[in-house]
């Protein structure tokens, strides 16, 4: 306990020295976020030096080994620095689908050469990693994909499309599922990583109704692709694959707290206040249900957490977390846009800096499609958890 | 008198229907209008096809050039405007200016109702001060100036403020701002002097504005009713609105669940359709049941309004706050049902789950509704 | 409508002249309700009074023909009656599945010599009749009844169990489906009636968690019915059930009207302030929103029932109102629990007329198992109305 | 602290769980005195059992003899009272009137506790005054008398007052109705001269008192903690009884919805089980999905109970009205799932729904507590 405390006191020194005032506000917008890779641009000297320093530290992965490029902080300490850096409201100095995603899946069924190769350039925030798991055709039937690989010796040539790539058209390289054999639905899928400049990848962006293009269609036409560029074993992609849908819906759960699990209605009032209002009171007493789904689901996330640290949790769980946590999160922004009124309808005033209000909320309702959607969800936790017979 | 359409007002939904389908469609007019960055957010060629129709005639007295019908046949024009997402200033013009200006003086009416008989004018309606909607409370003031008035304050979600010829504002001739008296409706020419507005485009590309009312001079013959005597007009107008959209909104409710049914039978997941999926079925269903329950309340509403009967304020609070939730649902379980692609901008789905944003708060949300429900009810 | 006017005024003196002040108050308690039948016995000198005078008039039935025991009126004529005996709060001079479930029944596919013989029984009240339907292992699944007639050439031996017969230890006569062909499921079931007098019927009532009993298990241990005693034709039973059970959805939506359409709120405040309270700001506006479905509802009701009489109603429309108009009623009662405070909880004081509350909010809860269940209702909706593909 | 068992507390649960299942079981409990007309509406015998497994005296410190815990293993009894509806007066005895006691002069504490420790004493608290919990007004008084006092008013819903050896009695010592100051905590004997009790039983076959105090005479040594400085005390009382009733509701949800769950698997219709709809099981994974995060909400609050944290008011509230609302959907769910049977007296199900509909109303309702929350959150 004395080494936590000494270990706190240092961080806060630390942070106190190396994170920069600008870094230390909310982030407003998409620009206010570093992704890294090839192309990134900083915005600003603060986010560089600030994003310099926590490389030099292992502080965009402080939970991962110092031999990859982390810090190799234990759970607790890694906790201590999250407290300490929500304390100052501090930025994420890099924000990476491979620090999410790819990393996790790394550490798990990664070779050593591939954590010392790959997981050392996300932590630098030297490549930057899309996703291709959905295909047109295959949305919750996930496993239904299509694009194959014909095995041509020493590497494959990929033929197919994904759809929901996250900013597939910035990403260096993507993380992607492949059928490499026809014949098993299941095991004959290989989880390949490859270049996004190799010829034939190529990227669509796709308009949602917030107004914003974050994914893209991604068409692979004779794609080559070296033997050695895959992750676990050839035709179990899909064990990869699964494991990595329960950490993202653990993340899309906001189950690690944040926004998605705090009470609104007192920064409901003080915005109504702001507009010279009040609350309508059938309002506020929506408000105040809304509050207490949100603070006992911010328990239950913390109580997941605990669990999952000690493997006490069901392995479904976080099945149980996305559903919730997704479901609660659209209706924030519902209530949201109830209590901001005429005002919050506006699609690209400066006063809303540019739809704020409205886009966040079309945003939301992705959520509980994204990752697995509500749908599938319940149904994983009526078979997994609730052993219903199937249907 | 029964809740169903008569022989007329079932022929005036199916023109209705034929016509917006076909002239209202939401690739020649919302997308079209929004995709050219229209500053309208409508057009004025389609407005006009509604005057040729007689649609924006439908309650102007037969007296004064139109077919002096009533809120079930402004209602029929709605849904069809809701299903197809059509833009127009319909429901501010034709409903609500056109409400309080058969209550105006013969000189008003003689100025304002030709125009929009023929869909030349387009009238507005400034209520809202602040971003919600509180018309029991009026700050904006009218003092008396010459033989005139002289009108100050801010006016905020004026629905086509600034494409509008006239826009009816409400402002307080006496009193303070929360009383029920003293509150006048005044006819305000979009080209008074004084009058500013700032144009916002909302979520559902239609355009309203924050207006500005700085010492804007009228005369006497602007005055719509009496002076001080504008609360019964406004609460008319207001009704009127209300289950104008109310009904529009039961129109974007159908809209959405028509889609998403269609869809639920042709998607593929799992080797089935997904309409196949009971727990899919059950939420179709009970979207079905609260949709046909919202039309019964709407129509329920429109013909008290219609017979001027006393309950008719309380069932119109019910049907707005009723359609809310309703359509709320069927455009939320539209997209999520819809899956990623009902994300995209490509698919209509999410259009409809704009526009029900814009018109659930238009006139008093479910909130709003729900607590005069509570209190014309006397609790 | 002159003579609308006219039959107004003579019903309205008709009523004033035969329907005793006793008469003219809500139904309290069972014991307020006259059901007829062999062993009938009148509350008190103003229900038999009452009685006599609608026999006479036609008025038990008074939609029915003359011929049958009605008093043949028009349905404007039958909704005036309607309106003028709610106004002066008239109780029903007799209640009766005979008049609510098997009458219709019969007028529809009945021989003009049963209806003659068995509604004139109904309408004079001489018998009383249960209904014969779910089995233990059949509910939902209503067509998978086993309770077989064997064909013994003039008559029938009936042998098997059902549940959920309302009354059956006070009726004279049951109407019941019965197995007679076990090869085919749906052209298999003929509707029969029958005497429960007759040797081998045994009934035993269920207690329920109300405390109350009013439904029997009843069982048929070679029992035997004549051959002429089915209403349609042998092995078409299935035809009536159904009509009938359209029938029975529609009569327990609530679509009528009275408590099941109107709002609360009003009648909860001031019971409120008879315990020298107020309504909590949350059940308040809880109340609210029930309020407007409920008069949303109430406006359905109304267009359902203008539509039925026109023809304009979709067939499958019953089910949407007996769903939702259920699920109301289940949430009413909730919500009037919640008002009442630990005042509603009590179970056999005298300030709850013996925890009418209580047991009242208890009964709701088979709203939406009778008749029906409400999933049941939610597939025929999607089916019949939505046509979504068959699971 | 982590939000889950450690490891002594999950040996109390295990023996909880035990004990509850065999001692407490529907069967030989709840329908025994339930169907024998007990005037307790619980075994005595029973209670006792509870004191030599040590529980009635978790809250009580170690000093008195007790095991000196905190709401987390009060807790984990109470859900297992919960899931076999165990009638028993531990709430009021063992955490209510314990949790006062606890505040109180030595002389009351020894007077009482020992009783408590060994199940021979039951305790109750009476706290309203009306049909609904609004502990903010408290109108009975407790005027000067000689060295003592005298009560006078009228308490409602005393949960096992009829078969309490003491009651705690709020009372005002000063000020008004609704002043927070002034309040006074008394421990009334059942045979102080004066009081009465009007005994009734309630949906879940458990017993309280309408109670009358007619000028009651105690002496000072019947105040608990300070004359006036009774409302902290009452508060804290409060809380912990309410942590209880939230602790014993998610037993009862988890026990209505495992029977549910458990029938779901062998109830056949239409050929299937109908746990094999998938509309059945999206609505138990909707369900679990509640339960569990009523229970995390449930403990979180005892753990800042616990640690007398600020912000455990709040989470309080949070949790009595999450598990009211999630208790209340297990139980109309189980009722629902069971068909026809479910409305049965032989079934167990109905049982599981009038216990929560009792708890629900006790110490403050969903509605009490949703206001609750949002007066202590600032609006």
């Not at chain 1, 809303?352 to 319940?378: C, D, F, H, Q, Y």
Request: glycine share 12%; with cysteine; aromatic share 8%.
């Amino acid at each position: 306990m004395a080494d936590l405390e000494t270990f706190r006191s240092e961080t806060r020194t630390w942070l106190e020295a190396n994170c920069p005032e600008e870094m230390r506000q909310p982030v407003r917008d998409e620009e206010d976020v570093y992704w890294g890779g090839r192309n990134a641009k900083f915005k600003s000297e603060a986010q560089k030096s600030w994003f310099e320093a926590c490389v030099a530290k292992g502080y965009t992965v402080p939970a991962w080994p110092k031999a990859y490029g982390g810090a190799g902080l234990e759970p607790a300490e890694a906790k201590i620095l999250r407290e300490e850096m929500a304390r100052i409201n501090a930025r994420p100095p890099l924000s990476s689908f491979g620090i999410w995603m790819l990393g996790p899946a790394l550490l798990k069924f990664g070779t050593e050469e591939q954590k010392v190769h790959y997981l050392g350039e996300i932590a630098r925030g030297e490549i930057r990693w899309c996703q291709g798991y959905s295909e047109p055709g295959s949305g919750s039937d996930l496993v239904s994909m299509q694009t194959f690989g014909e095995d041509k010796g020493d590497h494959w040539v990929v033929n197919g499309q994904k759809i929901w790539t996250s900013y597939a058209d910035e990403a260096d390289w993507i993380f992607c599922l492949v059928r490499t054999d026809k014949a098993d639905k299941y095991q004959g899928i290989t989880f390949m990583l490859f270049d996004m400049a190799t010829p034939g990848v190529s990227t669509k962006p796709i308009l949602l109704i917030s107004g914003n293009s974050p994914f893209c269609e991604t068409f692979f036409d004779d794609v080559k692709v070296p033997k050695e560029q895959h992750v676990g074993e050839i035709n179990r992609g899909w064990d990869v694959a699964k494991y990595l849908l329960g950490h993202e819906r653990e993340m899309i759960s906001g189950a690690g707290g944040g926004d998605r699990t705090s009470a609104i209605g007192v920064a409901m009032l003080r915005q109504a206040a702001k507009e010279g209002g009040d609350l309508d009171p059938m309002l506020r007493a929506e408000l105040a249900m809304f509050d207490i789904d949100a603070l006992a689901y911010g328990a239950m996330g913390e109580k997941f957490l605990d669990e999952i640290k000690v493997g006490k949790a069901h392995p479904a769980q976080p099945n149980m977390m996305k559903y919730v946590g997704t479901e609660l999160n659209k209706r924030r922004h519902e209530l949201m846009m109830s209590a901001g009124g005429s005002r919050s309808l506006e699609w690209d005033s400066e006063e809303t800096s540019g739809g704020k209000p409205s886009r966040g909320w079309l945003r939301t309702k992705a959520n509980s499609i994204e990752g697995g959607t509500s749908e599938v969800m319940l149904n994983v936790i009526a078979k997994r958890i609730l052993d219903l017979p199937g249907a | 008198m029964p809740l169903y359409y008569d022989d007329d007002q079932t022929m005036l939904a199916d023109s209705a229907s034929q016509f917006m389908a076909e002239e209202g469609a939401i690739k020649t007019q919302l997308r079209h209008w929004r995709d050219t960055g229209c500053k309208d957010g409508f057009g004025h060629e389609l407005w006009k096809q509604f005057g040729e129709m007689g649609f924006t005639g439908i309650l102007v007295s037969e007296d004064d050039g139109g077919l002096g019908m009533g809120h079930v046949e402004a209602g029929i024009v709605l849904e069809e405007i809701g299903r197809n997402l059509t833009p127009s200033p319909f429901l501010t013009s034709s409903v609500l200016a056109a409400t309080a200006l058969g209550r105006a003086s013969d000189d008003l009416r003689g100025r304002y109702l030709p125009g929009l008989l023929t869909g030349e004018s387009v009238f507005a309606v400034a209520i809202d001060e602040g971003a919600k909607h509180r018309p029991e409370r009026i700050a904006t003031r009218a003092e008396k100036s010459g033989n005139g008035f002289k009108l100050s304050g801010k006016k905020d979600f004026v629905i086509h403020g600034a494409s509008a010829d006239m826009i009816i504002v409400a402002a307080r001739t006496s009193g303070s701002d929360d009383d029920a008296e003293g509150v006048t409706l005044f006819a305000v020419p979009r080209d008074a002097a004084g009058l500013s507005q700032d144009a916002v485009k909302l979520v559902d590309s239609s355009i309203a504005t924050h207006m500005v009312l700085d010492g804007v001079e009228l005369d006497g013959g602007a005055v719509i009713g009496e002076v001080d005597g504008g609360r019964e007009i406004l609460e008319r107008m207001l009704n009127a609105g209300r289950i104008g959209a109310a009904a529009e909104g039961v129109g974007v409710a159908r809209g959405a669940m028509d889609m998403t049914v269609d869809y639920l039978k042709q998607r593929k997941q799992f080797g089935k359709l997904i309409g196949e999926f009971q727990a899919l079925q059950h939420r179709a269903a009970h979207l079905y049941s609260e949709v046909e329950i919202s039309r019964a309340a709407v129509i329920k509403a429109q013909q008290l309004l219609d017979a001027d009967a006393p309950s008719a304020a309380l069932m119109v609070s019910v049907a707005k706050a009723k359609v809310g939730q309703t359509a709320g649902l069927a455009v939320r379980e539209g997209v999520q049902m819809h899956g990623g692609i009902g994300m995209t901008d490509e698919y209509d789905i999410g259009l409809y789950m704009k526009r029900d944003r814009a018109l659930q708060e238009f006139l008093g949300d479910v909130y709003y509704h729900a607590e005069r429900v509570a209190q014309i009810s006397g609790y």
